[in-house]
């Protein structure tokens, strides 16, 4: 048999906290209604979520693990951008 | 344990590796970091990866078979939905891991073609047959009570996807034995008539379980080198060696007798110990050869090739559309 290969889609979950979406895995389907059918029965049997996002998973670009440091170090040198850099006299209370 | 034959030895043998790469790829190991898809990763990590996974993902697969065989002649309503619910868990945690599995670069159509061939394994217990009601408590009670012991430590796994896909995997595991036991308990109480059943759904039960944490460890090739992985926190024995003590004095509870006459308490250790598996009948079972084999696998492919039609049209449904789409978004411009 031919068989074609069915789109791989990747599953986001608000959960019941009012937290943002958040990645939780992948489902198979032919299409987006489909996609959101499964997902729901995959990811959410005991009432782990309150909205569903599904994305082709061949739409998301992401960042190169081997450009980790190019991308993200410059921000571990820059202290300034945290409270904590900032003295305050304790007589002035919380801050 | 459900990736039992992957400490059967391997043969080939792959290319070297850049040295200084494989030693900056140990230490994020040792550091406790997690392995993420895209990251490098050696070769040999990748292949134990995708075998362990997608062999775990087929025995969840193949698992809801001889329960699902219960589902129709199950004695109650609330059995009926208890069990019905976890046949679909099983299957969730089938999906969670392929999807895992597929994070390291295989397709699912690939693992399906393993698993339908005869050539990927699963685990040995699924081989056994389900005889009487009792065996679906049994089932619960030992089958996933051993594979939570499994599977707790491989929420520390150090590649990402597969620890994640165990968190989701053991929330959901403790229903499973719970509902086993609860079933056995109430039998139990209620005939000898029962209890003989639930006795001899043990006495059938019992060693298959054990077989489940795979090859006694000075048999298992592959061990040192998945502990050196961090994918595998403790050895075969060790889990095994767990399971029996914490088994054991539920069994007590329930009034059966474990079917192992070298079953003993050993005061100084505070382990039980016991006697040697039959490690031909586990040999024979993995190899294809035990009680069931044929029949799971056939009853996978019949439910694969049974649903290629629904798969084709709805491919076919949403390429039609999406054609409809374009061709209106052409109209409009
Ligand atoms: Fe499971
Ligand atoms: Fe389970």
């Given at each position: 048999?031919?068989?074609?290969?069915?789109?791989?889609?990747?599953?986001?979950?608000?959960?019941?906290?009012?937290?943002?979406?958040?990645?939780?895995?992948?489902?198979?389907?032919a299409?987006?209604?489909?996609?959101?059918?499964?997902?729901?029965?995959?990811?959410?049997?005991?009432?782990?979520?309150?909205?569903?996002?599904?994305?082709?998973?061949?739409?998301?670009?992401?960042?190169?693990?081997?450009?980790?440091?190019?991308?993200?170090?410059?921000?571990?040198?820059?202290?300034?951008?945290?409270?904590?850099?900032?003295?305050?006299?304790?007589?002035?209370?919380?801050? | 344990?459900?990736?039992q034959?992957?400490?059967?030895?391997?043969?080939?043998?792959?290319?070297?590796e850049?040295?200084?790469?494989?030693?900056?790829?140990?230490?994020?190991?040792?550091a406790e970091?997690?392995?993420?898809?895209?990251d490098?990763?050696?070769?040999?990590y990748?292949?134990?990866?995708?075998?362990?996974i997608?062999?775990?993902?087929?025995?969840?697969?193949?698992?809801?078979?001889p329960?699902?065989?219960?589902?129709?002649?199950?004695?109650?309503?609330?059995?009926?939905?208890?069990?019905?619910?976890?046949?679909?868990?099983?299957?969730?945690?089938?999906?969670?891991?392929?999807?895992?599995?597929?994070?390291?670069?295989?397709?699912?159509?690939?693992?399906?073609?393993?698993?339908?061939?005869?050539?990927?394994?699963?685990?040995?217990?699924?081989?056994y047959?389900?005889?009487?009601?009792?065996?679906?408590?049994?089932?619960?009670?030992?089958?996933?009570?051993?594979?939570?012991?499994?599977q707790?430590?491989?929420?520390?796994?150090?590649?990402?996807?597969?620890?994640?896909?165990?968190?989701?995997?053991?929330?959901?595991?403790?229903?499973h034995?719970?509902?086993?036991?609860?079933?056995?308990?109430?039998?139990?109480?209620?005939?000898?008539?029962?209890?003989?059943?639930?006795?001899?759904?043990?006495?059938?039960?019992?060693?298959?379980?054990?077989?489940?944490?795979?090859p006694?460890?000075?048999?298992?090739?592959?061990?040192?080198?998945?502990?050196?992985?961090?994918?595998k926190?403790?050895?075969?024995?060790?889990?095994?060696?767990?399971?029996?003590?914490?088994?054991v004095?539920?069994?007590?509870?329930?009034?059966?007798?474990?079917?192992?006459?070298?079953?003993?308490?050993?005061?100084?250790?505070?382990?039980?110990?016991?006697?040697?598996?039959?490690?031909?009948?586990?040999?024979?079972?993995?190899?294809?050869?035990?009680?069931?084999?044929?029949?799971?696998?056939?009853?996978?492919?019949?439910?694969?090739?049974?649903?290629?039609?629904?798969?084709?049209?709805?491919?076919?449904?949403?390429?039609?559309?999406?054609?409809r789409?374009?061709?209106?978004?052409?109209?409009?411009?």
């Open positions: 048999m031919t068989e074609k290969t069915t789109p791989l889609w990747e599953v986001f979950i608000r959960s019941r906290t009012g937290m943002a979406h958040r990645h939780c895995g992948s489902v198979h389907a299409d987006a209604e489909m996609a959101l059918q499964a997902a729901r029965d995959v990811y959410t049997r005991r009432g782990e979520g309150l909205s569903i996002w599904v994305v082709p998973s061949a739409e998301i670009i992401a960042s190169d693990p081997s450009e980790k440091g190019m991308l993200f170090e410059p921000t571990a040198s820059k202290i300034y951008r945290h409270p904590t850099f900032y003295e305050i006299p304790e007589d002035v209370g919380n801050m | 344990m459900y990736t034959a992957l400490n059967a030895r391997e043969t080939e043998t792959s290319a070297p850049d040295a200084e790469r494989l030693a900056a790829f140990q230490a994020r190991i040792d970091e997690k392995i993420e898809p895209n490098w990763m050696p070769a040999a990748r292949k134990t990866l995708v075998r362990q997608s062999q775990h993902a087929h025995s969840e697969i193949v698992g809801m078979l329960e699902g065989n219960w589902i129709t002649r199950a004695p109650t309503l609330k059995r009926k939905a208890a069990l019905l619910a976890k046949v679909q868990d099983e299957g969730g945690h089938g999906l969670y891991l392929y999807s895992a599995a597929e994070t390291l670069g295989v397709s699912r159509e690939e693992l399906t073609e393993q698993l339908l061939s005869g050539r990927a394994k699963y685990s040995s217990i699924f081989n047959p389900t005889l009487t009601w009792a065996d679906i408590g049994a089932i619960g009670w030992l089958v996933d009570g051993a594979a939570i012991m499994n707790i430590p491989l929420c520390r796994c150090s590649f990402g996807p597969y620890a994640r896909a165990m968190i989701r995997v053991c929330k959901e595991e403790s229903f034995q719970r509902q086993g036991y609860e079933l056995l308990l109430e039998m139990c109480r209620s005939s000898e008539e029962q209890k003989a059943m639930v006795q001899d759904a043990l006495d059938r039960w019992w060693w298959p379980s054990l077989m489940m944490f795979g006694s460890d000075t048999h298992s090739t592959h061990s040192a080198q998945s502990m050196a992985w961090k994918i926190r403790f050895t075969n024995d060790e889990l095994r060696q767990k399971f029996v003590d914490a088994t004095p539920q069994a007590h509870f329930l009034g059966l007798t474990i079917p192992d006459d070298k079953l003993a308490f050993d005061a100084e250790s505070g382990h039980w110990t016991f006697g040697e598996i039959d490690w031909d009948e586990f040999s024979r079972v993995i190899a294809g050869d035990g009680p069931c084999n044929r029949e799971r696998l056939s009853a996978r492919q019949k439910a694969h090739e049974a649903g290629a039609w629904v798969r084709e049209a709805a491919l076919a449904h949403a390429e039609k559309r999406a054609a789409r374009a061709a209106a978004q052409v109209a409009a411009e």
